[in-house]
């Protein structure tokens, strides 16, 4: 996800890879930065709600699934 964030972060975005349009390019880092940091957060997010619905499903007792998936939220 990253990789394709970073794309838009240069306009025009040919001068990602066409140095010689430095100095015409509107390149932020600031914006990479934030996009970097929200492509990173959903996809963790994403990653820690793979196993919230397959704890959910499982025969145990409320208590032990609520412990068990807070393990998997560490």
């Given amino acids: 996800m990253l990789s394709v964030s970073t794309f838009f972060v240069c306009r025009p975005v040919k001068a990602l890879w066409d140095f010689t349009l430095a100095d015409e390019a509107d390149c932020s880092t600031v914006w990479s930065v934030i996009l970097g940091s929200v492509t990173n957060i959903l996809g963790d997010l994403v990653i820690l709600c793979l196993p ?7 025969k145990m007792d409320r208590k032990s699934k609520i412990a068990l998936a807070f393990t998997f939220l560490l």
């Fill in 52 to 58: 919230q619905t397959v704890v959910w499903k499982l």
